[in-house]
């Protein structure tokens, strides 16, 4: 199950405490109260639909979606404490129908007694489209009060008539201070710090790349360490035989790698940016900021030298959404090696930026009479839309007359390369040049 860990208990003595010690640190740091769980403050501001769901002391169903490690589970148990109703819980790898069932009988039970019980699914999404339907009626009569937990968009994952019935709640990834805060509590429950250097420790939380479960197992495989010497990064690598991440994705090899990897593109090595796309996915980079920054490849270096490039990067990002890790990497993958190979331009891009300056610079120029429709008598009579040529009706269905504002001088944003499909552009742009040309010398008197 996927959790966030806080709290230690209270000590226990004699053989509670034995017990106790045979638990597994992430279960004995388990939160029992809301305001203990770390890097989920978002969800308790004021505005947020669940800190109004528990001022009114009832929850609606809802879908706890975020990454493994992050809560989910935690959350719901604290939740159904928060209201004091009764947990029924689920894991959908290892139910189906029949345990829903019986989870249905269960809460009709308590129902007459009552009781307004909580049905928990951890892994909600691994259930199909039917087992999925099967939820419906018992959440839509009130027999249950749904909480589903998932890492998979649940837009994707969820069939929409369960969807339509839920809240959904977006849990984060831990960032490096609720990882802190998690490492610190595992420390106060072992009674000592653990023998790690700065770096050490701080390498420690990107290991554990955002997952709080995760992170207080590393811990438990440090805990019988000496206190003596502390251990730098590379120590703590070779002891947990993991190799160390090569980054850090909030500082600067985050930046350094993303433009080696951008820069590979524009350059047309799809080598080097494969190499550049698979270090940042190994050091714990989230594919979808590179599926965002593919996209952004495809339209700043590209362009319309390859129109379909940009179709590329959608399809490679809108594939990783649906597929998830690490299957959608691929996708992305394709994409990279797709985007440096194909032909590149920057003039759209150029021309853009030429253009935002131009419309800042003269922002309050009107568009020429002549190409504004004229819905009134005085319209009419103020000339607009007077002698406008249209388009279609001209030789070579192109009239040349001005678009720009009357006086203005005409400027040339676009400048198309000869790279790709813009090498026909640039031709068809010439050949309309020099008519537009011909055509303003012809309506000269």
Not at 251 to 262: F, R, T
Request: proline share 7%; with cysteine; aromatic share 6%.
């Amino acid at each position: 199950m996927d959790d966030l860990f806080g709290m230690a208990p209270k000590a226990a003595s004699g053989r509670a405490r034995r017990k106790e010690a045979d638990r597994p640190l992430p279960d004995r740091l388990r939160p029992e109260r809301i305001e203990d769980l770390v890097g989920q403050e978002h969800l308790l501001s004021d505005e947020a639909p669940l800190a109004r769901m528990l001022a009114k002391g009832r929850l609606q169903s809802m879908i706890l979606w975020g990454p493994p490690g992050c809560g989910k589970t935690t959350l719901a148990r604290i939740l159904a404490g928060a209201v004091n109703e009764p947990l029924l819980e689920l894991s959908a790898v290892m139910s189906g129908v029949a345990e829903l069932r019986r989870s249905f009988e269960d809460a009709r039970k308590l129902r007459a007694g009552g009781s307004h019980p909580l049905l928990f699914i951890d892994e909600i999404h691994r259930y199909n489209r039917a087992q999925q339907d099967g939820l419906l009626h018992e959440v839509e009569d009130g027999t249950v009060t749904l909480v589903g937990a998932t890492t998979e968009n649940p837009s994707f994952a969820l069939v929409p008539a369960l969807l339509s019935r839920c809240q959904v709640l977006v849990l984060h990834r831990l960032d490096a201070e609720a990882m802190e805060r998690l490492l610190a509590r595992a420390e106060a429950m072992l009674g000592r710090p653990l023998p790690l250097d700065g770096q050490a420790r701080a390498r420690l939380g990107e290991m554990a790349d955002g997952d709080g479960r995760y992170l207080l197992n590393l811990v438990e495989a440090l805990a019988d360490l000496p206190a003596e010497p502390l251990l730098d990064a590379q120590a703590l690598g070779r002891i947990l035989q993991r190799r160390m991440p090569l980054y850090d994705r909030a500082q600067e090899s985050h930046y350094n790698l993303i433009s080696a990897l951008h820069k590979s593109v524009r350059g047309s090595d799809p080598d080097a940016a494969l190499y550049w796309f698979c270090r940042m996915l190994e050091g714990g980079e989230d594919p979808r900021f590179l599926a965002r920054r593919i996209v952004r490849m495809a339209v700043e270096d590209i362009g319309l030298a390859d129109p379909r490039a940009v179709e590329q990067a959608l399809a490679a990002a809108a594939t990783y959404e649906r597929l998830g890790s690490p299957e959608g990497e691929l996708a992305l993958a394709q994409a990279v090696v797709y985007l440096a190979a194909a032909p590149k331009s920057n003039a759209v891009y150029l021309a853009y930026k030429a253009a935002r300056q131009t419309a800042k610079e003269t922002g309050s120029l009107m568009p020429p009479a002549t190409i504004l429709n004229a819905p009134t008598g005085l319209m009419k009579e103020l000339g607009y839309g007077q002698d406008y040529a249209y388009d279609h009706d001209a030789p070579d269905r192109f009239s040349g007359q001005n678009y720009f504002p009357d006086g203005m001088p005409r400027p040339t944003f676009y400048r198309p390369t000869g790279e790709g499909i813009e090498a026909r552009i640039a031709e068809r742009l010439n050949r309309l040049d020099r008519l537009r040309a011909e055509r303003r010398k012809d309506r000269t008197p």
